[in-house]
Every structure is written in structure tokens, then in C-alpha cells.
């Protein structure tokens, strides 16, 4: 397949966010009728990459070549959607990028037609929409609002609108994500078909065995980084996964303890959540004090739902939950803080602080009601200050002071004022939710240290993480979320990671091993 | 049975007619801003400037029509405003709308005061006539109620279909809805996200101003402080009882007006047991009543009020 000349050539695309080098110098050549994949965790990079060729984003340094047609290649006009259309690139985005107020014709001819016309009809669109499902075999009903269609059949609208300019080049970024099983055997047929009638296929991913069914070649990125490119024929499933974490293991700073009481006790618990990202399926999950628990996942496997159940924000649907020893008796956030659980959330900036509120009054916000921070129903600022003084000091927040709105401090900070605020409750069960995704090395190095202080101190942690380093590093004992379910791996001792993304990946512990 | 007997008279209903033609031009401007996800809340001030402009470019000496063109031009100005601040620099659209209501109303009278220091009554134009068309007027009932009203009104019953039809048979109308709705899904199909909206926002923007320009030009024949009046105000209300929809609009429209000329009339009949200023709330009430009815079911453009950003994470 590669020796076709190429159709587009990524060269050298470098891309920063701040301090966050999202992509490193990638390479990538494309031919006709080939589907690559690109696979990686998140956050490796992925869809910033296709987000640079599709002209979201604009690329630090490097460029992005497409085939001029007359055998050479030219560059491509950075920033510009519309460039990136008209030489051919089309992007079925994660998110549709669909009107929902729109028919799914209007939306495939959304942009085609000249915008000052006023007269003519949509006859000849009609029918090139209607030539195009049927040789691709994406039905869909073009008069329907979207609003009405289902999500796959919103992603077939949005694979047309693609194909109805005439694409040689076609980005899907996590195209099964939002589908059922069935719905994406149907989708990697269509693709197939494409490809052979000499579509070129970029196929974002991070599930192994789909990349492993639908491809030709796949590009490993890693931490923004391309770590690796093979033939899928020759490609080992072990090497591949081992690719996409990594190799590297920090070194264990976690000093053996012998566990103590269980704090929380999940038995057969079911969360029916709105769809199954947010949902749990007979989960049974035992955390004693003194011992770090890491849950390990891909994204949008159930992670959600435990979290939200551990912190006592949704309530569960079937099982039994305890708590110190004790079955739950309200869901509810207070009476959980209440009973000594901190929690540290996934998303800092919109579920940890309240950015318009001073950095004293989200350390006291949680348990504002406690003796120490008020005075005959009356906020005690005096002592709010004081308190966040020593959280300050003693948590390094580098912040203007305990009366700078929190808004202001960067994500790094932001997680330290939480850890303070939280930690020094010294709470019985912790809940750590991506604790450290997108710091520095020096911020996750504190967060680390300060998590295995509590345990020592005698917490129990429920780490959930899609970082495998930091789970080997941190946990006593690993659990695999997948599909919400829960899967006991073991000490990351007795584990490698390959095994664990296996598991990650729906595979079973002796499937895996 | 007198009060319903005020159902009937074709004066009521030409009436009804000539009260809702500003409102008309007002949803429309409202609809067409917020369709492209921009609520304009300069609406207001935005009136009074169409008002002031229109009536001052024809005192000095120009023709009615180039009179609404000022007007009209006027309004897009400070439309521009409004849309530089709420589009590429995405401030809230609250605050710049209130903003531009306050600037161009304070502006106008500044204008109007600072053009004529001296004057104690305000001077007057020749207004637009009523039109008088070959057997459409002289048709009973329809004739009167229609076609003897001013070419203002004419015009605006005419561009409820114009703005029909663009937002519905046009490309550029399929790109507004969609920009209003999702502005991803128009950067992704390579259109510009900001040229849509602020082009949207300077032309709805105009049409809010000849709303304004009908005051001084046709209803009366010269300009007064505060004679928008909350004009303005109703027609962001009667967009979203329209669904922002044209012809819904001109429903609203219709209805505001119809409310109106009633509480005129019910105050002659019944005026002596009730305040005026009772029936002078009414058409507000109703309108009220009557949003409550239909907000519930609104279709809202879902990209309203949010700004966006090219690239951002």
C-alpha cells in the first residue's frame, strides 16, 4: 500500500498549550486507500494532530502537505477549515459538528452552495447525497432534523458531508466511542469500502482491537510524542499495547504497610446511568485503610459513575455500599464529608473550586459548617484566613493570597488548594480522580507524595487514574474498569502493563496473562 | 356588548395594523440577530436612533426614503458595535446590548438637542401619506385595514416574507440557522463563524431602526423624547413567543398591536370605573400571558448568548 505516491505528508507538526507540548515533531505519510490508524491513550496527542490538519488549530512548527495532483506536493494553508476542505480533507469530529436545527441534507449542503445565491433548488444536491449512501451504504434519512436521528445515524450525516466534497482524505477521530458494537462492525465495513475505492483513512483510537480489525498500519503516539509505526499484519497485540503506555516505570516510593480496616466496601453494586459511560454493572470494590487502590480505565468506561458514587453524589441502583464498616445511609455529598471522605475531582477547575470565590473561602467551602469556621451561624473569616494562610504555606499554593479569587491560579495550584482543603480534615477514604492529569512533573510529583502521606497517615485511596505509570507507582493493588465493570489485576508487583491494557481493552485476567 | 362590538369596527382592526408595524420590524431585527446566536439588547436604544436619525435626515432637508435609509444605516452602526464586542471579542452579550441601548439613546437625544438648543415644540416633517392602490383599497374591509396604511407598513408585511425567505430558501439563511444553533458545524464546513454573525447582527440591526424610523415618520411627524417607549423590550419578548420564526412574528406583532388599540378603546367605554393607566398595562400583560403560553415549547437557537472562539480547547 505504500508505495502509491503519498496523498498527504504531515511533517514535523509541533504544537504546544502552554507548558503542555501536545505534539512533538510528528511524521506521518498518508497514501490512497490506505486506513491508518492512531492510536495512543489520552491525551497522547491524537486529535490535536488531526485538529492541526483540519485547520482547528495552527501548528507551532511544521507543516502539512497534500498532493497538488499533478504528482508533487504542496503546502496547505494553516488555520483554515476551509483550505483543509478544499484540498480534500475531510474530518468527522468527535463531537459532530452538526446543526441539530438543520435536516441532514442541509447540513451536507451547509457551505457547498455559493452563500449569496437565491435561486435554485436542492435537486442535484439531493440526489449526489442520495448516489452517495447508496454506494456507500450510509442510509440515513436526509429530510429528518438531527435533532431526531440517533447518534449513529448522526455520525453517518457527518461522514456524508465528507464524502459530498469529494474527500481523498477522511479523519474519523474515536468513531466508535458513541456506538454500539453492531453499529461499528457496520461502520468498519464502510470504511473498508471507502479505503478500496481509494479513500485514504485516518481512524483516531484508543481501543486496540478495533485498530487491529479496521487498519493497514498504525501510528502509535505517546505523550504527543510518535512512538512507533507498523504494519497491522506484522503488529504483535503485546508490543503494540506495551507501545501505547509506555515502558517507563517510576520508581516505587510506596513503603510496605499492612492494611487496616476496610473503609469502603461496594458489594454488587449497579449505577444505571444515563448511557454506559455512567453506569456500573455488579461492581464489588474493597478498600481497607493504609492501602492505595488504583482503577485502572480507559476513559468513559464507567470511571464516572464509580467516582460519583464514592463521593456520595448519586446513589446506587442495586448492591450493597458500606462505609467505615457501616451500610450508607444517605447518598449524599454532606453526610459523606461528614464521615470523612475527601474528594479530589476529575475536572479541578469546574467541580474542585468556585472560581470567583477567594482562595480562603474554597478551603473552608466544604465543610463550612464545622465548628472551627463558624461562630453563632456567622462565617468566621478570621479563621477561614488562617487556615488557608498555613494551606498556603504549607501546601506551597503559589497564589497573590488567601484572598485572590482561585479563578486565577493555575491548574497545578488549584489541585494543591484542594489537597490542603481536603487532607487536612485527615479524611478516612480518599477518592483521587485523575489527580494529576495535566500537570507539570513537579505538580504530580507533589500530589504523589502528599496521596501516599495520607495513606501512611492511615486513609484508604481510591486512585482512578488512566496514567498506568502512576498507578504502578502509587497503588497497593490494581482494578480494571472496563465497560463498568470492575476486575481485580492484583499488586502492580505481580503485573506488567501490557496485561493491564489487555484488560483495559475487555479482556479477561487469564485471557490477558 | 359595546365592548365586543369593538371587534368589528375596521377602525380597531387599521389600527391594530399601524400599532404593530414598528413591533414588526423589531422582531424580525431581533429574530434575525438571535438566529445567528447573538441576542441584541441594543434593541432599544437602537429604536430611538432609527427614530432620531430618519426624522432628522428628512428635517434637513432629504427625501422620506432616504430618510429610512439613514435610518436604517444608523441602526447598523451601532449594530457594528454591538457585534464587535459580543462576536470576535465575546463579551457578555448582556451587558454590550444594555450598553449599546444606553449609548444610542443618549446619543440621539444629544444629537436632536445639541441640532436644535432652541426649540420648545418639536418641529415637524411631512410624514409618509397612506397609500391609495387601485381597487385594493377601495376593497371592503381589507381595503381600509391593509391597503390605506403608509408604505412602512406595506414594507414591512413585505419583508417578513424577504426574511422568510432568506432564512428558508437561501444558502446564507441556511448558514445563519446553523451558526445560531452550532457554530462548530459552520467552521467545520468552512465557513467563517464571525462574518456570519456580525453580518447578521449589523442587518438585524436595521431593521430594528426602521422600527424606529416608522415612529417619527409615519405614525407621527416628529421626534420626542422617550417615544420608543419599551417598544424595543416587547420585541425581544415577541421573539420568542414567534419561535423565531417570521411569520410567527408578524403574529406577535399583529397581536401586540390588536391589544393595544383595544385598551384605547375599552378606555373610552369603561373608562370611568377603572384607572387608565390600568388599560394601559393590558397589552403588556397579555403579551406576558401570552409568551408564558408559548415559551414553554421555544425551539431556542442552542448557540445563543454563547460566544466562540476559533481553536479554543
Known sequence: MTDRPPVLVLDGITKRFGPLVANDCIELTLAPGEIVALLGENGAGKTTLMNILFGHYTADAGRVRVADGAGGLSDLEPGSPGAALAAGIGMVHQHFTLAENLTGLENIVLGTEPVLRVWGGRAEARAKAARLMRESGLEVDLDARIDQLTVGERQRVEILKALYRDVRVLVLDEPTAVLTPQEAEGLFAVLRLLAAKGLAVVFISHKLGEVLAVSHRIAVLRAGRKVGELETAKADRRAIADLMVGREVAASRRSPLEPGAPVLELDGVDVAGKDARRSLHGASLLVRAREIVGIAGVSGNGQAALAALIAGLAAPDGGRMRLNGRPVARHDSRAFVEAGVARVPEDRHHDGVVGAMSVAENVAIEDIRAKGFQHWGFIDFAAIRSRAEAAIRDYDVRCPGPDAPARLLSGGNIQKLILARVLERDPRLILANQPTRGLDVGAQAEVHRRLLAARERGAGVVLISEDLDELFALSDRIVVIHAGRLAEAGPPEALDRGTVGLMMAGHGREDAA | ?313
Request: aromatic share 10%; hydrophobic share 55%; charged share 10%.
Open chain 2, 1 to 313: 356588548m359595546e365592548v365586543l362590538d369593538i371587534l368589528l369596527t375596521v377602525n380597531f382592526w387599521a389600527a391594530s395594523v399601524r400599532i404593530a408595524t414598528p413591533m414588526i420590524f423589531g422582531v424580525l431585527g431581533a429574530l434575525v440577530c438571535e438566529r445567528a446566536g447573538v441576542l441584541n439588547l441594543g434593541i432599544e436604544g437602537i429604536f430611538t436612533a432609527g427614530a432620531m436619525a430618519g426624522w432628522m435626515a428628512v428635517w434637513a432637508g432629504a427625501d422620506l426614503w432616504t430618510g429610512v435609509a439613514v435610518a436604517a444605516a444608523a441602526g447598523g452602526l451601532f449594530g457594528l458595535i454591538h457585534a464587535i464586542l459580543t462576536v470576535p471579542l465575546g463579551l457578555s452579550q448582556h451587558v454590550s446590548g444594555i450598553g449599546v441601548t444606553l449609548l444610542a439613546s443618549s446619543l440621539s437625544y444629544f444629537i436632536y438637542r445639541t441640532a436644535l438648543p432652541d426649540v420648545t415644540t418639536p418641529p415637524r416633517i411631512a410624514p409618509f401619506r397612506p397609500v391609495d392602490i387601485p381597487v385594493l383599497s377601495d376593497l371592503p374591509f381589507i381595503g381600509p385595514v391593509l391597503f390605506q396604511q403608509t408604505p412602512l407598513t406595506l414594507l414591512a408585511f413585505v419583508l417578513v416574507g424577504v426574511v422568510a425567505f432568506v432564512l428558508y430558501r437561501t444558502p446564507l439563511g441556511l448558514a445563519i440557522r446553523a451558526v445560531g444553533d452550532n457554530p462548530a458545524s459552520v467552521e467545520a464546513q468552512g465557513l467563517s463563524v464571525h462574518a456570519l454573525r456580525m453580518g447578521a447582527v449589523v442587518a438585524g440591526s436595521g431593521l430594528m431602526a426602521m422600527g424606529g424610523a416608522f415612529l417619527t415618520m409615519s405614525a407621527f411627524d416628529a421626534f420626542f423624547f422617550g417615544m420608543v417607549n419599551g417598544r424595543g423590550w416587547i420585541c425581544i419578548a415577541l421573539t420568542v413567543f414567534a419561535s423565531w420564526r417570521p411569520g410567527k412574528a408578524l403574529l406577535g406583532a399583529l397581536l401586540f398591536g390588536a391589544f393595544d388599540a383595544f385598551q384605547v378603546r375599552l378606555q373610552t367605554e369603561v373608562g370611568a370605573f377603572l384607572p387608565s393607566q390600568v388599560f394601559l398595562m393590558l397589552p403588556y400583560l397579555l403579551s406576558i400571558a401570552a409568551l408564558v403560553a408559548v415559551a414553554r415549547k421555544a425551539d431556542y437557537p442552542r448557540a445563543m448568548l454563547t460566544p466562540w472562539f476559533k481553536g479554543q480547547r
